[in-house]
């Protein structure tokens, strides 16, 4: 059975910084892209950053130069560096693994997911 962990959201105030974690088991880490996404009240799921089984990272504009996308193959374990946070980075961040990659990661192309963990930004 798969299981996706996220941990290490919390409350920051602007200009702060988090470090996400998140693990995951019953599945072949190595062959798995994994990528974060977030939901905010009242707004669709978007995707924040990805990483494929080889490293190669995208990011989305929004988070670009702030967040840094890594991974430890050897823990199974993903995190995102957050730095110079903004209130509009207040979300439900999830994690998410994936066995597609492409250019521009969708949901669609990841089949398995965290329950979440909560990001708030205070201005």
């Known amino acids: 059975q798969v299981q996706v962990v996220e941990s290490g959201g919390g409350l920051v105030q602007a200009g702060g910084s988090l470090r996400l974690s998140c693990t995951a088991s019953?599945?072949?880490?190595?062959?798995?892209?994994m990528g974060w996404f977030r939901q905010a009240p009242g707004k669709e799921r978007e995707g924040v950053s990805f990483?494929?089984?080889?490293?190669?990272?995208y990011y989305a504009d929004s988070v670009k130069g702030r967040f840094t996308i890594s991974r430890d193959n050897a823990k199974n374990t993903m995190y995102l560096q957050m730095n110079s946070l903004k209130p509009e980075d207040t979300a439900m961040y999830y994690c998410?693994?994936?066995?597609?990659?492409?250019?521009?990661?969708?949901?669609?192309?990841?089949?398995?997911w965290g329950q979440g963990t909560q990001v708030t930004v205070s201005s």
């Open positions: 990483i494929s089984w080889g490293a190669r990272t």
């Open positions: 019953g599945l072949t880490f190595d062959d798995y892209a």
């Open positions: 998410a693994a994936g066995s597609a990659w492409r250019a521009r990661p969708i949901e669609a192309d990841f089949g398995h």
